[in-house]
Protein backbone atom coordinates (compact mmCIF):
# COMPACT_ATOMS: atom_id res chain seq x y z
CA UNK A 1 0.00 0.00 0.00
CA UNK A 2 1.28 3.88 -0.71
CA UNK A 3 2.01 5.99 2.04
CA UNK A 4 -0.05 9.44 1.26
CA UNK A 5 1.63 11.89 1.31
CA UNK A 6 -0.27 15.38 1.92
CA UNK A 7 0.93 19.11 2.01
CA UNK A 8 -1.10 21.75 3.87
CA UNK A 9 -0.29 25.37 2.49
CA UNK A 10 -1.58 28.05 0.03
CA UNK A 11 -0.34 28.53 -3.50
CA UNK A 12 1.38 32.15 -2.20
CA UNK A 13 3.37 30.73 0.34
CA UNK A 14 6.94 29.91 -0.90
CA UNK A 15 7.58 27.08 1.36
CA UNK A 16 4.56 25.51 0.40
CA UNK A 17 6.36 26.26 -3.36
CA UNK A 18 9.11 24.77 -2.54
CA UNK A 19 7.53 21.21 -0.58
CA UNK A 20 5.66 20.91 -3.75
CA UNK A 21 8.90 21.08 -5.92
CA UNK A 22 10.42 18.77 -3.54
CA UNK A 23 7.82 15.86 -3.88
CA UNK A 24 7.65 16.50 -7.87
CA UNK A 25 11.48 16.50 -8.43
CA UNK A 26 11.66 13.01 -6.81
CA UNK A 27 8.90 11.82 -8.76
CA UNK A 28 6.27 11.01 -5.27
CA UNK A 29 3.02 11.18 -5.51
CA UNK A 30 0.95 14.00 -3.04
CA UNK A 31 -1.54 15.78 -2.81
CA UNK A 32 -2.06 19.53 -2.34
CA UNK A 33 -4.56 21.23 0.03
CA UNK A 34 -4.88 25.00 -0.17
CA UNK A 35 -6.28 25.92 3.36
CA UNK A 36 -7.01 30.06 1.94
CA UNK A 37 -9.18 28.37 -0.99
CA UNK A 38 -11.36 25.51 0.88
CA UNK A 39 -12.51 25.64 3.99
CA UNK A 40 -12.76 21.95 4.59
CA UNK A 41 -8.66 21.65 4.00
CA UNK A 42 -8.15 24.23 6.91
CA UNK A 43 -10.79 22.38 9.08
CA UNK A 44 -8.60 19.50 8.61
CA UNK A 45 -5.44 21.38 9.24
CA UNK A 46 -6.79 22.50 12.42
CA UNK A 47 -7.73 19.61 13.49
CA UNK A 48 -4.20 18.36 13.35
CA UNK A 49 -3.38 20.47 16.26
CA UNK A 50 -4.51 20.95 19.72
CA UNK A 51 -4.15 25.20 19.14
CA UNK A 52 -6.30 24.34 16.42
CA UNK A 53 -4.22 26.93 14.50
CA UNK A 54 -3.35 27.10 10.35
CA UNK A 55 0.08 26.13 11.01
CA UNK A 56 1.18 25.84 7.50
CA UNK A 57 3.14 24.30 5.66
CA UNK A 58 2.66 20.75 7.00
CA UNK A 59 3.21 17.50 5.41
CA UNK A 60 2.09 14.63 6.58
CA UNK A 61 3.19 11.16 5.83
CA UNK A 62 0.87 8.53 6.86
CA UNK A 63 0.69 8.96 10.20
CA UNK A 64 3.36 11.63 10.50
CA UNK A 65 2.86 15.08 11.23
CA UNK A 66 5.50 17.22 10.14
CA UNK A 67 5.37 20.90 10.51
CA UNK A 68 8.18 23.17 8.03
CA UNK A 69 10.39 20.64 8.24
CA UNK A 70 14.11 20.69 6.80
CA UNK A 71 15.07 19.03 3.73
CA UNK A 72 16.95 16.61 6.45
CA UNK A 73 14.36 15.54 8.40
CA UNK A 74 11.75 15.57 5.10
CA UNK A 75 14.63 12.85 3.63
CA UNK A 76 14.63 11.11 7.20
CA UNK A 77 10.97 10.31 7.66
CA UNK A 78 10.48 9.70 3.90
CA UNK A 79 13.26 6.97 4.06
CA UNK A 80 11.24 5.76 7.08
CA UNK A 81 8.07 5.52 5.85
CA UNK A 82 8.21 4.99 1.82
Not at 15 to 31: A, D, I, P, V
Not at 40 to 68: S, V
Request: aromatic share 14%.
Amino acid sequence: METKIKIYGTERCHKTQYYKSFFESRKLNFSFYDVEENETHAEELRNLYTNRKLNFPTITIGEKKLRNPSEKDLNKWLSKLL
